[in-house]
């Protein structure tokens, strides 16, 4: 099971809304300001992730919880939404290629391959998206700071 820390954004009848922080390895590299790599990911990296997860727990907002997905799960998604559309283009391409067609229509229908395999992957993810991936295993105890003034 992978972990992670999220924090409760609104409690629900049925669940909570939960919110996590994207945490990107090129953060921790001294040259991330100079790659070309640690400057893309800052860019298209989405900061936090927003998401629903049916819970019967009563919980607050802002309180932290440890979720898990595991890792069947995980890769099963990443296989789906990564090389379904990767084979659909190289199937259709290889297709069109066999039949002596224009480049152009073998780019073209490569393109559109590709496109299907996405909404493909899509319509998978969101009849997936009924079956609950992500589990709260813990809630966090809150941990308080007082300030002590010590006198002589």
């Given at each position: 099971?992978?972990?992670?820390?999220?924090?409760?954004?609104?409690?629900?009848?049925?669940?909570?809304?939960?919110?996590?922080?994207?945490?990107?390895?090129?953060?921790?590299?001294?040259?991330?300001?100079?790659?070309?790599?640690?400057?893309?990911?800052?860019?298209?990296?989405?900061?936090?992730?927003?998401?629903?997860?049916?819970?019967?727990?009563?919980?607050?907002?802002?309180?932290?919880?440890?979720?898990?997905?595991?890792?069947?799960?995980?890769?099963?998604?990443?296989?789906?939404?990564?090389?379904?559309?990767?084979?659909?283009?190289?199937?259709?391409?290889?297709?069109?290629?066999?039949?002596?067609?224009?480049?152009?229509?073998?780019?073209?229908?490569?393109?559109?391959?590709?496109?299907?395999?996405?909404?493909?992957?899509?319509l998978f993810t969101?009849?997936?998206?009924?079956?609950?991936?992500?589990?709260?295993?813990?809630?966090?105890?809150?941990?308080?700071?007082?300030?002590?003034?010590?006198?002589?």
């Amino acid at each position: 099971m992978l972990e992670e820390i999220a924090t409760v954004m609104k409690s629900q009848a049925d669940g909570v809304w939960l919110k996590t922080q994207s945490v990107s390895s090129c953060n921790a590299c001294q040259a991330n300001n100079d790659c070309g790599t640690g400057v893309v990911a800052k860019a298209l990296t989405p900061r936090e992730n927003l998401f629903f997860v049916k819970s019967q727990l009563q919980l607050l907002e802002g309180q932290k919880v440890k979720i898990a997905v595991s890792e069947q799960q995980l890769l099963s998604a990443a296989a789906l939404l990564y090389l379904l559309p990767l084979c659909c283009l190289i199937a259709v391409a290889a297709f069109l290629s066999r039949l002596q067609l224009a480049e152009t229509t073998v780019v073209l229908g490569s393109l559109a391959a590709l496109l299907a395999g996405f909404v493909i992957a899509r319509l998978f993810t969101g009849s997936a998206t009924e079956q609950q991936h992500v589990e709260i295993i813990a809630v966090l105890p809150e941990l308080a700071v007082q300030h002590v003034r010590l006198t002589d």
